[in-house]
């Protein structure tokens, strides 16, 4: 059953209707991520790029500084975001632990013992 009720889940950052409206640049971005063109352009002048796509400040902040997590409040999907970490070297268990504060060993083992598999 729908709710207008917002939840609070401590240590997350719920994607919702206003959170994609907040974020919808910052994803777009991210999702040209899927094309090499966009990546090198990227890179090759980041602040353009995001400029390209209409970053409010904190989103432009949260990219020059590579901090995920500010990314997340900034409305950003962790499923676009994976495109940018990427961009970074970073993967899915490297944002885990970020969001947990965990190190990346301290996740994993974690997840295995939660029965997540063998990571």
Avoid: W
């Avoid at 889940?9 to 919808?24: E, I, R």
Wanted: aromatic share 10%; charged share 30%; with cysteine.
């Amino acid at each position: 059953m729908a709710t207008k009720e917002k939840r609070e889940v401590p240590g997350t950052y719920l994607f919702d209707s206003t959170m994609a409206k907040k974020g919808y640049g910052l994803n777009k971005m991210c999702y040209s991520f899927n094309n090499q063109e966009s990546r090198d352009e990227f890179n090759a002048d980041p602040d353009a790029y995001c400029d390209k796509f209409n970053l409010t400040d904190a989103q432009k902040a949260a990219i020059k500084e590579k901090d995920i997590i500010a990314m997340l409040r900034e409305g950003g999907s962790i499923y676009y975001l994976a495109k940018y970490a990427g961009l970074l070297k970073l993967n899915m268990q490297d944002i885990g632990a970020l969001q947990t504060g965990m190190s990346v060993d301290e996740f994993k083992d974690m997840l295995v013992k939660n029965g997540r598999g063998d990571v």
